[in-house]
Nanobody, 121 residues
Framework: QVQLVESGGGLVQPGGSLRLSCAASGSIFSIYAMGWYRQAPGEQRELVAA???????NYADSVKGRFTISRDNAKNTVYLQMNSLKPEDTAVYYC???????????????WGQGTQVTVSS
């Protein structure tokens, strides 16, 4: 069984920073792309940032220049450094990873439980 466990959410004032972490554990053979999504109340879940196993990154236009995604392959962990936070960044943030459980197996899509980020004065 594979688990993705997020940490680092919380309440922060506008202009502040937070760093989210997501660690994958379990019977993992290989992790491909990892990413962060978010979902605000009444809104659809949207991609925030993604990173390949080789380190190529992709960001939503709304967070470019403010958020940075990174990963530590040795620790099976992905991070999201969020700077210059705005009230509109308030959402539940979900970690996502494409994980193969054995050599030659097609990777499956796994999700964390979500962590709340609230930007408010």
């Amino acid at each position: 069984q594979v688990q993705l466990v997020e940490s680092g959410g919380g309440l922060v004032q506008p202009g502040g920073s937070l760093r989210l972490s997501c660690a994958a554990s379990g019977s993992i053979f290989s992790i491909y792309a990892m990413g962060w999504y978010r979902q605000a109340p009444g809104e659809q879940r949207e991609l925030v940032a993604a990173i390949t196993s080789g380190g190529s990154t992709n960001y939503a236009d709304s967070v470019k220049g403010r958020f940075t995604i990174s990963r530590d392959n040795a620790k099976n962990t992905v991070y999201l450094q969020m700077n210059s936070l705005k009230p509109e960044d308030t959402a539940v943030y979900y970690c996502n990873a494409d994980i193969s459980l054995s050599k030659g197996w097609v990777p499956f899509d796994y999700w964390g439980q979500g962590t709340q980020v609230t930007v408010s004065s």
